[in-house]
T-cell receptor, first 112, second 113 residues
Framework: DAGITQSPRHKVTETGTPVTLRCHQT?????MYWYRQDPGHGLRLIHY???????DKGEVSDGYSVSRSKTEDFLLTLESATSSQTSVYFC???????????FGSGTRLTVV | GQQLNQSPQSMFIQEGEDVSMNCTSS?????WLWYKQDPGEGPVLLIA?????ELTSNGRLTAQFGITRKDSFLNISASIPSDVGIYFC?????????????FGQGTTLQVKP
């Protein structure tokens, strides 16, 4: 869908383990974003990227890091997963100025 | 930071009824967007609004960009079962010029056939 693939789609992991989520796009867009979705909070921005090796923090970046070594891939890493990071994670790209973002299908992460 | 307050939080309506939801902010935005999310999927853009006062329709959906640039509403007319989902408002740009999309908390819509 719209050239964005998130992997894995579902993951269960143990507290304290590192986890990496991948977002892959096929359309060469410059801007990519990671959001988390939780009931009652809508979607909140974790980190975003405005080019290869160019990233910045969003409103809920604590406990997360990102990397973008090539245009098509944007990785989100939980260095040491906690139960509060149980959530659905969405990747998004910005296509055209002012028209909002296009989202991937999400990764459901459960930390036990 | 910027916040969007979306209401109502949830709605349970009868098929055929009209639906209205709105979003307000303490900050101004240059663009208002409305998304719909189906279960197990990412949000999909329904309507984009670019000018204060703008009224835009997409089939049975109508949305307006408030004149103060701090609010927007979405109406759905003659609801059908496939309208079920979570609807999000989102704001872009504006006074803080963050260039990042800010989302409301979402309105969960359920339609009874």
């Amino acid at each position: 869908d719209a050239g964005i693939t998130q992997s894995p789609r579902h993951k269960v992991t143990e507290t304290g383990t590192p986890v990496t989520l991948r977002c892959h796009q096929t359309e060469n867009h410059r801007y990519m974003y990671w959001y988390r979705q939780d009931p009652g909070h809508g979607l909140r921005l974790i980190h975003y990227s405005y080019g290869v090796k160019d990233t910045d923090k969003g409103e809920v970046s604590d406990g997360y890091s990102v990397s973008r070594s090539k245009t098509e891939d944007f990785l989100l890493t939980l260095e040491s997963a906690t139960s509060s990071q149980t959530s659905v994670y969405f990747c998004a790209i910005k296509r055209v100025q002012g028209t909002g973002y296009t989202f991937g299908s999400g990764t459901r992460l459960t930390v036990v | 930071g910027q916040q969007l307050n979306q209401s109502p939080q949830s709605m349970f309506i009868q098929e055929g009824e009209d639906v209205s939801m709105n979003c307000t902010s303490s900050s101004i935005f240059n663009t208002w967007l409305w998304y719909k999310q189906d279960p197990g999927e990412g949000p999909v853009l329904l309507i984009a609004l670019y000018k204060a006062g703008e009224l835009t329709s997409n089939g049975r959906l109508t949305a307006q960009f408030g004149i103060t640039r701090k609010d927007s509403f979405l109406n759905i007319s003659a609801s059908i079962p496939s309208d079920v989902g979570i609807y999000f408002c989102a704001g872009l740009g504006g006074s803080s010029n963050t260039g990042k999309l800010i989302f409301g908390q979402g309105t969960t819509l359920q339609v009874k056939p």
